[in-house]
């Protein structure tokens, strides 16, 4: 059977007939089934509410919805009631009946289960994660309802792809990858470029450890990035995108898998899209486990079936990308602000944020911290504020000893430097990187050169071995780390390590090696003191080290 | 005191004359590696022609591979190499490359602990020694029964609920020592895959 | 050090093959001249039982094996004001280093020895000092202030060396080195 | 426009270039020196050694003269003092990596390694070395590949694939457990694929790949490839 070939005006018409069938309802009851939550037993609690709301008799008036992630994942399992916005935390099958008798069918909210939510939203501005724990993944007919899609037609119907070009470099949008390279920038150099084909490349493989902000938009959201790489396509003339995920995401890349399926049923990936002359194909190509394979050129050699080693630039991936061919490499955060922008126009987005880093950034926030999830904050944002009003603080009252802001390659900024603001520039002068996006805090009952050592181990086992200072450099700060821990440490190997480091960062032939020694460096310039404690005194104030020690080193 | 590997050379190694000057003909391939009657073979086989044999789709061969046989066995990949005409020591570099890959077969379960930033800052270390010592399993590694074995991975992007370890396919989140100790005794002892759903109120 | 007295000279011989001596002895007829202008106070040949204190210039052959030339290098480097790390033993570990490569090395090489290859009564000795469980190159336990590579230096090497030295001079290694 | 030959000043000589080349062959054309290991001329550049960093002046950055393109009215300085000290850094880096004893390497004396070692004056490794246990196969009738000795500057790895064609060797793992590998894990007795033309031991900077019972100076021969292809040219 043939399905209808779908154009441009079907768009609006599948939204409207959406918003019909959703009014219908009173009541929707979003069940987060997000990665955070389906360990917690939220598969099941979707069965049970469905299986609720038919008991009570409510099934007409009731929706009930999985969706993406609420943001509130230390709160798990979460459950959204709308209208009104009320998130329910730790619900368990004995309480989701509780929330159906008494918010459903009498309309009275159960106030003693609600997750107290007004800090952590009000401090965000969710653009990016605009839908997540609103929308059914796995109905694009959700995603259309809610203005989805209709930046497309825009696109299609009223703008030239040099218009769209035009319309990002006035947002001032940057690529959330890490590096901050202005978007428009890089779609300009491939758009001039004549030869074809040309590729795009989104990156979907975050490798940091306690960063999992791309995956849970991928599978909240996945038809706002599939969107992002049309209009990129349409503006740069590309008519094949590669999603490049982790392999390790079985859920994000079930939802991706199904949205690009359904999206090519409706005729809005495929040839001839929505009936215009854009032919575009979105194809799912799966990583198995690399960090380097976040930097640009190794994604290139990964997608091409190979070690997934870098190479040095120049040339450019806009110049000599996939198979040699022009290629745009984009980050999926970056994408997914794409359809906003072209929606509400760049002059409205360059408004959010600071002047020079627009927009807002999406951070998972974890470690020792009462509150951790996934939270979106406009750039400029005080690093305070996102950790001890979003995230509420440190349990047990404890006192912060750093911030760990950009993954395993960023930096470790001390209480007094959290004040500083959240955009490239300023972390960039204090040591720290904005990376994909992590922030992680640490109390203080670690000791600070055993959670660099853990970077570094981290950097050690993910280096591709191809450059001398990232592959020997890195264990031999590693080595000189785990001496230290152990009592054996030297005086001079203070010196040692920073000789080293910025060696490295300097000598690095990609970003996993120029970046890898700024946990030490941020913590020799901020932490001395415990390292001098160490070396001198034998004295580790979180009191783990010094277990295995050796005979004492002399003259 | 550096160890010497001296091999004479072997005259059983898989017809290795033929596999190179041989004609790249699909089939004829087939039988030399004697694997002509495995199912396994013939499904992945399909896929190959799904990707219409190309060298750039090696990283999506291999997860096909690893998916149907559960890790990457030997004669397989050779078999592969040359359907794909890549040379065998471009798929085994590209298959020891990447972490993901497994080329030894692994124990009956697994259990996989994170190493996130979050999990080891929340003390997933603890744990994974523990295991380690209860049930004389090394990282990396398996049991020597063959029973269990114990991973080690770099996020699983549960980390808010850290420290997490994953017993089979199952996620223990807010995992401690004992739970998880006991989790994986009683998995071990009834043969049945524990459901475990882990809820911090109940 | 008293302005009449001539500057003193040790030499040392830790875990190496004498081969560094030996070149040090292929200066031939110069060493008559430098003879005349060091005293040399401490060397394997000559007999006195603790290392003296104030010695100008030390140099050292071979790696820290055991604990008794630990405690030796300890002494050393409080007596001495240069101390040169003499070939490559003493530099990088060199031959001396390659048991590291074992996790029991130090057991392994007493049993290769004194057991594996002897033919009467085969065991290991007790008086014989503990070895390290590594060996170190010198500058691994204390601080070195000149090192000569090459196995052996060449014996215009080591002369260019203690000339500048005792003319108050720093040599300058970076052009004259040379592993192996 | 193309043609006309680039202007560009190396420490302090202006130079002239044509389009396309790289730092490395304009500066090796004037007679100035920048070390090099893992480059070898008509092999495809690698740049994983890093020696051959330069400065470009106005770019706080360092850049590989073996893969950067020169551009008109560039001033490169090749030999500045933080050069000099994070090339002794990077050769330290690498004689640490594996158990490097010139003593008793079959090499000595012809290594390059070694060379630029005196060379560029490191006399000592100031961090704590690594002493491997790597495997050495001696299992083919000629060829010997000791992997302690490897710096894995992929020359072997480059000249197999790319001049004899046969691409039996190949990186295995990855990071510091990088090693060469020979078709699958085999030992090179079993290789299935090697032609056994000894390009890899000619061609291998230190004492990782040689042949045996021969002298490994008559075995180095740095110009085997732009010798090959040289004559591969010539109709």
Request: net charge positive.
């Amino acid at each position: 059977m043939r399905v209808k070939k779908f154009i441009l005006a079907d768009i609006q018409k599948i939204a409207e007939t959406e918003v019909d069938f959703q009014r219908a309802y009173k009541y929707r009851i979003n069940v987060c089934c997000s990665s955070g939550c389906i360990p917690l037993g939220a598969l099941n609690l979707l069965k049970t509410f469905e299986k609720l709301i038919k008991e009570q008799d409510v099934a007409e008036e009731c929706l009930v919805a999985r969706t993406g992630c609420v943001g509130t994942c230390s709160a798990g399992p979460v459950v959204v009631v709308e209208s009104g916005g009320y998130i329910y935390q730790n619900v368990t099958p004995e309480k989701a009946k509780k929330i159906v008798i008494d918010h459903i069918v009498l309309g009275l909210p159960v106030k003693s289960l609600l997750y107290e939510s007004k800090v952590f939203l009000k401090k965000q501005h969710r653009l990016v994660l605009r839908n997540a724990g609103k929308i059914d993944p796995y109905r694009i007919e959700d995603y259309i309802a809610t203005g989805g899609y209709s930046a497309l037609v825009k696109c299609l119907t009223r703008k030239s792809p040099q218009e769209v070009i035009d319309e990002i470099r006035i947002s001032g949008l940057r690529g959330r990858g890490g590096a901050g390279f202005p978007t428009a920038r890089k779609w300009s150099f491939v758009a001039r470029d004549h030869r074809s084909p040309k590729y795009i490349i989104a990156n979907l493989d975050e490798g940091d450890p306690g960063v999992f902000a791309n995956r849970t938009l991928a599978e909240a959201d996945p038809h706002a990035l599939i969107e992002g790489l049309l209009i990129a396509g349409y503006a740069i003339g590309a008519e094949k995108a590669f999603i490049y995920t982790r392999a390790e995401y079985p859920l994000a890349i079930d939802i991706l898998e199904k949205a690009i399926k359904k999206s090519e049923e409706l005729n809005i990936l495929g040839k001839n899209v929505l009936g215009t002359t854009l032919n575009f194909d979105v194809e799912l190509r799966l990583g198995a486990g690399a960090f380097v394979a976040g930097e640009e050129t190794a994604i290139i050699a990964s997608v091409e079936g190979r070690r997934a080693m870098p190479r040095p630039r120049p040339p450019y991936p806009a110049t000599s990308g996939l198979w040699g061919k022009p290629t745009v490499i984009q980050n999926v955060e970056t994408l997914a602000n794409i359809p906003l922008i072209i929606q509400n126009g760049g002059t409205w987005f360059s408004k959010i944020g600071t002047p020079k880093c627009t927009g807002t950034k999406c951070f998972s926030l974890t470690g020792k911290i009462n509150n951790p999830g996934l939270i979106e904050v406009p750039m400029g944002i005080p690093l305070r504020e996102v950790i001890f009003d979003i995230g509420r603080g440190i349990p047990d009252n404890r006192k912060l000893k750093a911030a760990l802001i950009g993954g395993p390659s960023g930096g470790c900024l001390p209480d007094i430097l959290l004040d500083s603001s959240i955009d490239y520039e300023s972390l960039e002068t204090v040591g720290a990187i904005m990376g994909s996006g992590g922030i992680v805090v640490i109390d203080d009952q670690s000791c600070i050169i055993d959670t660099a050592k853990f970077f570094i181990d981290f950097c050690v086992s993910e280096s591709c071995g191809k450059c001398t200072p990232c592959r020997v450099g890195l264990l031999k700060i590693k080595e000189i780390l785990e001496k230290i821990i152990q009592g054996n440490g030297r005086i001079e190997d203070v010196e040692l390590l920073s000789k080293l480091s910025t060696f490295i960062s300097e000598t690095s032939l990609c970003g996993l090696g120029q970046t890898a020694p700024n946990p030490v460096l941020t913590t020799l310039r901020y932490f001395k003191k415990e390292y001098l404690e160490h070396l001198y005194e034998n004295f580790c104030t979180a009191n783990k080290c010094f277990k295995k020690k050796e005979i004492l080193r002399i003259g | 005191m550096i160890k010497l590997t001296f091999k004479k050379k072997s005259e059983s190694f898989l017809s290795s004359q033929s596999m190179v000057y041989a004609p790249l003909k699909k089939p004829k391939v087939l039988i030399s590696m004697g694997l002509k009657n495995d199912k396994r073979l013939l499904k992945l086989e399909r896929f190959l022609k799904k990707m219409e044999y190309k060298g750039s789709a090696l990283l999506e061969i291999l997860h096909k591979t690893q998916e149907i046989y559960g890790y990457l066995n030997e004669d397989v990949l050779k078999y592969v190499s040359e359907a794909i005409e890549l040379p065998l020591s471009h798929v085994y570099g590209v298959a020891t490359f990447y972490s993901y890959f497994k080329l030894k077969q692994s124990g009956e379960h697994v259990i996989t602990a994170c190493m996130g930033t979050a999990c080891y800052v929340k003390g997933v270390e603890k744990i994974i020694s523990a295991i380690e010592k209860r049930f004389c399993v090394k990282r990396g590694g398996s049991t020597a029964d063959g029973k269990l074995s114990l991973f080690i991975t770099r996020c699983i992007g549960a980390c808010a609920i850290g420290p997490t370890i994953l017993i089979d396919d199952n996620v223990v989140g807010n995992a401690t020592k004992d739970i998880v100790l006991e989790r994986i005794a009683s998995t071990l002892e009834s043969e049945k895959i524990y459901t475990c759903r882990y809820s911090k109120n109940s | 050090m008293s302005e009449n007295k001539k500057p003193t000279l040790a030499i040392i011989w830790f875990s190496g093959c004498s081969g560094c001596h030996m070149s040090f002895l292929d200066i031939d007829e110069v060493l008559m001249e430098l003879a005349k202008k060091v005293q040399l106070v401490y060397s394997p040949l000559i007999d006195v039982k603790d290392f003296p204190n104030q010695v100008m210039i030390t140099l050292i052959e071979g790696a820290v094996t055991n604990e008794e030339q630990l405690s030796m290098l300890k002494r050393v480097r409080a007596g001495t004001d240069i101390l040169v790390a003499l070939g490559d033993c003493a530099v990088t570990g060199n031959v001396a280093a390659l048991r590291n490569a074992e996790i029991d090395g130090d057991f392994a090489v007493l049993k290769r020895a004194y057991v594996d290859t002897s033919y009467h009564n085969p065991q290991i000795p007790k008086g014989v000092p503990k070895l390290l469980k590594r060996v170190y190159p010198l500058h691994e336990k204390t601080t070195v202030d000149y090192y000569v590579p090459g196995c052996p230096p060449t014996s215009d090497n080591i002369l260019y060396v203690l000339t500048e030295l005792l003319a108050g001079r720093a040599p300058q290694m970076e052009k004259i080195s040379k592993f192996g | 426009m193309d043609d006309e030959p680039i202007e560009l000043i190396i420490d302090g000589i202006q130079v002239s270039a044509v389009h396309d080349a790289t730092i490395l062959e304009v500066a090796k054309q004037y007679g100035i020196y920048i070390p090099t290991l893992c480059d070898l001329e008509g092999l495809t550049s690698f740049s994983g050694c890093r020696l051959c960093l330069v400065e470009i002046r106005g770019s706080p950055k360092l850049y590989p003269a073996c893969t950067t393109p020169v551009t008109s009215g560039m001033e490169i300085i090749t030999n500045s003092e933080k050069l000099k000290e994070y090339r002794k850094i990077c050769l330290s880096l690498l004689l640490s990596e594996r158990t490097h004893v010139c003593s008793v390497c079959i090499a000595n004396n012809n290594c390059e390694l070694q060379d630029l070692s005196n060379k560029l004056g490191v006399d000592h490794v100031s961090f704590e070395r690594n002493w491997t246990k790597h495997t050495i196969d001696s299992g083919h009738d000629f060829l010997v590949i000791d992997r302690n000795r490897c710096i894995l500057c992929t020359r072997c790895i480059r000249v197999c694939q790319e001049i004899e064609g046969a691409h039996t060797l190949d990186l295995k793992n990855r990071g510091k457990d990088s090693q060469i590998t020979i078709d699958f894990d085999a030992l090179w007795g079993d290789s299935c694929s090697c032609t056994a033309c000894r390009k890899c031991a000619k061609v291998c900077p230190t004492g990782a790949i040689y042949i045996e019972d021969e002298l490994i100076s008559k075995t180095k021969d740095k110009n085997v490839v732009s010798f090959l292809l040289k004559r591969r040219m010539y109709k």
